[in-house]
Nanobody, 123 residues
Framework: QVQLVESGGGLVQAGGSLRLSCAAS????????MGWFRQAPGKEREFVAG????????YYADSVKGRFTISRDNAKNTVSLQMNSLKPEDTAVYYC????????????????WGQGTQVTVST
């Protein structure tokens, strides 16, 4: 029965950085896979990054690999997305997500979503 609330979005110039945070409530957080997705205007929601229940494995979309880092702190019930070297094409609403961790990596089926936080990268 986890609930997710994102924060940290905003306006940043190309090349800058932002750190998104997702605060979770509920007893199932610590054994859930967590992920970040984004949706730009006129485009479908796409996978950005994922992390297994214990943080032992992380997964990234090719478009953000090397620039974004996902992490979690199960003791604090939080998951974060550090975004560096931001590009205008990173502009989107970013969503935190949770799902059962079956070790599926990129194929994880997320079933719980936050409300989203806007990230805008200017030229």
């Amino acid at each position: 029965q986890v609930q997710l609330v994102e924060s940290g979005g905003g306006l940043v110039q190309a090349g800058g950085s932002l750190r998104l945070s997702c605060a979770a409530s509920g007893r199932t957080f610590s054994n859930s896979a967590m992920g970040w997705f984004r949706q730009a205007p006129g485009k479908e929601r796409e996978f950005v990054a994922g992390i297994r229940w214990n943080g032992g494995s992380t997964y990234y979309a090719d478009s953000v690999k090397g620039r974004f880092t996902i992490s979690r702190d199960n003791a604090k019930n939080t998951v974060s997305l550090q975004m560096n070297s931001l590009k205008p094409e990173d502009t989107a609403v970013y969503y935190c997500a949770a799902g059962p961790d079956y070790g599926l990596g990129y194929k994880t089926r997320y079933d719980t979503w936050g409300q989203g936080t806007q990230v805008t990268v200017s030229t």
